[in-house]
Structure formats: C-alpha cells, structure tokens
C-alpha cells in the first residue's frame, strides 16, 4: 500500500466522521466457524492455468489457502534467516494451508555494485525455503516486494519505470529464477511483481510484465506467470473499468489483487499511515454484505476475461483485533467469502510487526506474540475435524 492512499483515507475517513471512539462493548456479532473446504494436499505436482481455475499435472484442480513470509523485505534484509526456518513451515502445514507467498527483496541475489551477477548466498537460501516446504507439503509462489528501482507501494519505486536499465535487470533476475526453478514442482508460480506503481499508464505494467514473461518461457515453459492489477498509475488510486488489471500474452497466466476493505478498517490505527486517529468501529453483521459487494467487480473481470484468479493479500492491521474491534469476525466473513468464490488465496502475512500471525519483526517466532484467535480461526476452518 502506498503511503500517499494511506494520508489521503486516513483524511477522507476522517472527514466522514469515522474517527469515533472504540466500541465500549463485547461484540454482538460471532466469528463465523465454519468448516472451509481443505486445501488440496499430497505431493506437489506442477500447476497451470487452465480456463478460470488452477489445475495440476493431471488436470485436477487444486485449493490453494496460504499466508505470506514476508522475509523483512521492508528493511531490506538481504539474507532474512531470522526471519523463518523450517519448523514454520510445519506450523503453515498445522493452520491446514499448503501455500506461502515468498517475498522477495531483489538484494537477496543480486548487488547494486555487480548487477546481472547472482549472489550464491542468495540461491542458497531459497534453495533452503524449497526444501522446507517440500518436506511440509507447501507451494511456494516467488513474489517480487521489493524491485530493482525501488518498493512500489510507499511511492518510492519511480526509478523501476524511468531508468531502463532497472528493467533490464528486473527482467533479467527473473529469468535466472526461472532457469534455477524449471523443474522444481514446490514453486506453483512466479509472482512478477508486488502493487505496481506507475507513473503515466498503465501499460507501462504491461510492456514490462510481457516482457518478463518472454524471458521466463526462454527457459520455462511449466510454471505460471502470476501479473497483478495496477496499484495506482501517477498516484492516483481511481480504478478503470477493468479494475485495473492488465493482460499479457502468454498460455499461463493468473491474475493477481489485494484486498482491504474496507479501509478504515483494515488498517485503524495503523501509525505509519497518518491514521492513528482514524477508528474503524467495530466489525458486526452488515460487513458480510460489503465485503461480498466491494469483491465484486474483481471476480466479474475474471469471469468475464475467462482467466483465473488470486487473491494474493488480505489482512488486518493488529489493533483491529484489539478493544473489541472484532476482527477476527471481519476474517472468517472473508474466508467464507473466498472460499464460496474459489479463490485461492494468501493471508497477509506471516510474521512482522502490524500485519502478522505472529508480532515481532526483529523477534523470532518462538520469541514473538501470537495472534493467537486468528491462529485458531485458521485452524478451526481449514483443519478437518
């Protein structure tokens, strides 16, 4: 998200008068408990687009229900191994989940002094997050976060558009990640880039998405090419008749979004964003209704593209999960949401320090908070009883 949407809600909720006082009392409205249908599970096998859903090898489609590792990608960790380690991905494989989403910080592989010269650390360390989630059943989806150029979503990626030579190197570090990762069947698929954020059109996104996407059937033709909507195009955040999204040519494709709605709810309270006194209320019976509205429009391009669909991030900020703000409810009407759409999907995210299951950017898990009524929730939808 980027800070410039961030001031411009937090001042427009507040003009509405949002900025009320925390709700005084114990919810009224229950989490709804809900058993999901579970993720597909059993070796990883290839996967593919094919007409609006994701299938395998064998043609079967697959659920995919997963959380992002974030990897301190904001503080551009290079080599984040505090951040994780083997036994999260069993406690994903625990929640019921067989996906993450493994963002990226270009740094990891390559150094701004010797572009196009990978890091052998780096690969190392991928190869490391491969292994772990193939002994835990997860797919793992790599997810540019943080580009050559710069971060997109805090405005601060102008450089990935201006400069030429960005791009290149852009394209060129996804072609390696594709060369490295043909044969592998844990990655489900190449995430190009996180919230683009242009600076005059939108096909600024598409000319470079397509090209990523050539340079990546050079040397693998398997895996699906994941291109996400626009974010904003010259900071403007009003979406097009098409939500946004752009199209490339390519035979396997999905198409990407993110979704926090509503905004002064997700994210009350957030610090950086300038909303610390914007509150959100507290989540009740009429939110199921707005949700299924707003994630409208999303799913009506994809039915009316004929492409499949992901929600890659959705989430909570943490205070709205205190002062009985109840956002635990505001998760469990989502996931029966997405789970009636079919979508597959990626909890943002794992471990950080706003948006987590577990609180502490600069802890470990084992040191870290949990959330531990969202770590509940996860299990009681998703794990068969």
């Given at each position: 998200m980027s800070l410039a949407r961030f001031v411009a809600l937090a001042i427009f909720c507040c003009s509405l008068g949002s900025c009320a006082s925390v709700p005084g009392k114990a919810p009224d409205y229950a989490p709804s408990l809900k058993p999901l249908a579970p993720a597909s599970t059993g070796p990883q096998r290839f996967l593919h687009a094919a007409g609006t859903q994701i299938v395998d090898d064998n043609g079967t489609p697959v659920r995919l229900r997963g959380v992002a590792f974030g990897n301190q990608v904001w503080g551009k960790v290079r080599l984040p191994v505090g951040h994780h380690d083997e036994s999260d991905y069993e406690r994903v494989a625990a929640m019921g989940m067989n996906l993450v989403r493994f963002y990226l910080y270009y740094g990891t592989l390559e150094s701004d002094a010797t572009p196009h010269q990978y890091l052998a650390d780096?690969?190392?360390?991928?190869?490391?997050?491969?292994?772990?989630?193939?002994?835990?059943?997860?797919?793992?989806?790599?997810?540019?976060?943080?580009?050559?150029?710069?971060?997109?979503?805090?405005?601060?990626?102008?450089?990935l558009w201006r400069e030429p030579e960005n791009q290149k190197r852009f394209v060129a570090m996804w072609r390696a990640i594709?060369?490295?990762?043909?044969?592998?069947?844990?990655?489900?698929?190449?995430?190009?880039?996180?919230?683009?954020?242009?600076?005059?059109?939108?096909?600024?996104?598409?000319?470079?998405?397509?090209?990523?996407?050539?340079?990546?059937?050079?040397?693998?033709?398997?895996?699906p090419v994941i291109v996400e909507r626009v974010n904003a195009v010259g900071g403007r955040w009003e979406s097009d008749a098409d939500m946004n999204f752009v199209t490339i040519d390519d035979p396997n494709v999905i198409y990407t979004f993110h979704f926090y709605e509503p905004f002064r709810f997700t994210h009350t309270h957030a610090p950086w964003a300038n909303m610390?006194?914007?509150?959100?209320?507290?989540?009740?019976a009429s939110g199921a209704a707005l949700l299924k509205r707003e994630l409208a429009p999303y799913l009506a391009w994809g039915a009316r593209n004929k492409v499949p669909l992901y929600l890659g991030e959705f989430g909570l900020v943490r205070y709205a999960f205190e002062d009985n703000r109840n956002g635990v409810a505001w998760a469990a009407d989502m996931l029966d949401l997405v789970d009636a759409a079919g979508l597959p999907w990626t909890w943002h995210s794992y471990h950080e320090d706003y948006f987590a299951l577990y609180y502490g950017d600069q802890?470990?898990?084992?040191?870290?908070?949990?959330?531990?009524?969202?770590?509940?929730?996860?299990?009681?939808?998703?794990?068969?009883?």
């Open positions: 780096g690969w190392d360390w991928l190869d490391r997050n491969v292994a772990w989630a193939r002994a835990h059943g997860i797919y793992l989806i790599f997810n540019v976060h943080a580009p050559q150029g710069g971060f997109q979503s805090l405005g601060e990626g102008g450089a594709a060369q490295r990762y043909a044969d592998e069947p844990v990655v489900a698929g190449y995430d190009l880039l996180n919230e683009p954020n242009v600076l005059r059109d939108k096909r600024e996104w598409q000319q470079l998405a397509q090209a990523t996407a050539r340079a990546i059937r050079e040397v693998d033709t398997r895996h610390q006194n914007v509150e959100g209320g507290q989540w009740d802890k470990t898990v084992a040191e870290a908070t949990p959330n531990q009524a969202l770590i509940d929730l996860f299990k009681a939808k998703l794990v068969p009883q």
